[in-house]
């Protein structure tokens, strides 16, 4: 092998090996996650207000469509629709009209409205005693990511 096609191998496997490497995590695990200071790490933060505005519910018109995580929208389970929670993370919704708390999961993008900071399934809305008014200010509180 010639020299130039040395120096091109060796930098080849160079620009693979930092590749790698720039892939995997450096995150340390410890065994206390409590003082993690990740901005989007929720795991154990009960009780963090995330977010506060208006909430409003699905109609039945969605039910049995897919949700953007691709799980068929039902009803009659505690989710809700978020436009920046991951899917699966479980926050608690406090409806500030009569303190009425419900916990559910996020499994959906949205409210399409700008005005809305979360889309709560039917049960979920029940539960919180919202259904006459159809909009209510909450508070979102992050449980588990």
Known sequence: MSFPKKICFIISICCFVILIFSCSSTKKITENTSQSS????????????????????YSSVFEGRATASGEIYAGNELTAAHKRLPFGTIVKVRNLKNNKIVTVRINDR????????????YRAAEILEMIKDGIVKVEIILIKK
Do not use: F, M, Q
């Open 110 to 121: 949205g409210p399409t409205r700008a005005d809305r900071v979360i889309d709560l399934s």
């Open 38 to 57: 990740s901005k989007n790490d929720y795991t154990d933060v009960e009780d963090t207000i995330y977010e506060s505005g208006l909430a409003s519910y």
